[in-house]
């Protein structure tokens, strides 16, 4: 069965860092896609991040470009949101999600619908 845990959220004021993991266990790291999504209080899921598994290759969304980075360890069936210059804004339950790859590509719309989900870790961005 496939799991994923998130964890590193916390409290942090406006400028500073935290590193999301989540670790995922019942499936092998490189044949899936990981996506970050998060979902701020009254607002819709966005989509934040995603990495392939097997090649590596990872996008951002507009939201966090420049300010977050993705990265993985297969050995250690995680993967990494490392997030810098932290907003206000980026207040939200930050979740993970891993997908099979669509013809050898990660679709966020496709791990968002198909997925299998974490619970989740709270960021909260704040002085």
């Known amino acids: 069965q496939e799991q994923l845990v998130e964890s590193g959220g916390g409290l942090v004021q406006p400028g500073g860092s935290l590193r999301l993991s989540c670790a995922v266990s019942?499936?092998?790291?490189?044949?899936?896609?990981i996506g970050w999504f998060r979902q701020a209080p009254g607002k819709e899921r966005e989509e934040v991040s995603w990495i392939s598994g097997s090649d590596g290759s990872f996008d951002y969304y507009d939201n966090v470009k420049g300010r977050f980075t993705i990265s993985k360890d297969n050995a250690k069936n995680t993967v990494y949101l490392q997030m810098n210059s932290l907003k206000p804004e980026d207040t939200a339950v930050y979740y993970c999600?891993?997908?099979?790859?669509?013809?050898?590509?990660?679709?966020?719309?496709?791990?968002?619908?198909?997925?299998?989900w974490g619970q989740g870790t709270q960021v909260t961005v704040s002085s």
């Open positions: 999600a891993a997908g099979r790859p669509v013809q050898r590509m990660c679709v966020m719309s496709w791990i968002r619908d198909f997925g299998s």
């Open positions: 019942g499936f092998a790291l490189d044949s899936y896609c």
